[in-house]
């Protein structure tokens, strides 16, 4: 819809980077493999990361997001990885 997502009328948010389309071989590979041929359960040909300096930002990200058609949304710092690392 063509809306920018900023943090305060005056501060974007740090970062907005918008990944390549997921090429056609990698969504067929990845529904074999995955999702036992189901192509309904195929939602990430298209993904962004929206990066902010810390908590407050965040949650006025999450707040100006809402409304918004988002397919998925992963929150790392609810379920970090093995790892530990954490991110949303």
Partial sequence: DG?????????????LTI??????ERCEEKVANE????????VDMVR???VVAN??????VAEAL???????LKNRFKEPLFTGYCDA
């Fill in 3 to 15: 809306k920018e997502v900023m943090l305060t009328p005056e501060t974007p948010y740090k970062s």
């Fill in 55 to 60: 908590e407050d930002q965040l949650i006025l």
């Fill in 66 to 72: 809402q409304g918004l058609d988002i397919v998925r």
């Fill in 19 to 24: 990944g390549p389309l997921k090429s056609r």
């Fill in 48 to 50: 962004a990361s929206i």
């Fill in 35 to 42: 999702y036992d041929g189901d192509y309904s359960r195929l």
